[in-house]
């Protein structure tokens, strides 16, 4: 059975997991992102903060917990992209994103699941 990039929407914890095989995928777009000359500096300082909490080994939800350890990372590697593609054109995030479904949406789809989960301090200091 091939996977989809898109996740059912249904208990907001149990898509969030289902996101976790996305990680990579998400990962590949960033290292992407910040090879590319047309993504501007603070754009990039944003992944660069996003990505080094997620290789963090302090979480707010810690990894070991099954199930539920990957989901900060998730929300706060969606919360960084949705940064970035509202500073640059669509066209060069799906240029970089090589999975089956729209990345633009699979990102809203994940904000839309964790609206609220990302702490405020947290989300001032991704916004710039």
């Known amino acids: 059975m091939e996977r989809r990039d898109k996740v059912p929407s249904g208990n907001a914890q149990t898509d969030l997991k289902e996101y976790a095989y996305l990680l990579p995928r998400l990962a590949k777009l960033v290292l992407n992102l910040l090879r590319d000359p047309r993504v501007p500096a603070r754009s990039k300082a944003t992944l660069v903060l996003a990505g080094a909490y997620i290789a963090s080994p ?16 998730i929300i706060l590697a969606a919360f960084a992209l949705d940064q970035i593609v509202n500073r640059i054109p ?18 809203r789809q994940v ?4 609206s609220g989960l990302v702490p405020a301090p947290l989300r001032r200091l991704l916004s710039g």
């Open 111 to 114: 904000l839309d699941l964790s």
């Open 58 to 73: 302090l979480d707010l939800v810690p990894d070991f917990i099954p199930g539920f350890g990957k989901a900060d990372d």
């Open 90 to 107: 669509d066209s060069i995030v799906r240029e970089h994103w090589d999975g089956e479904d729209d990345v633009l949406d699979i990102v």
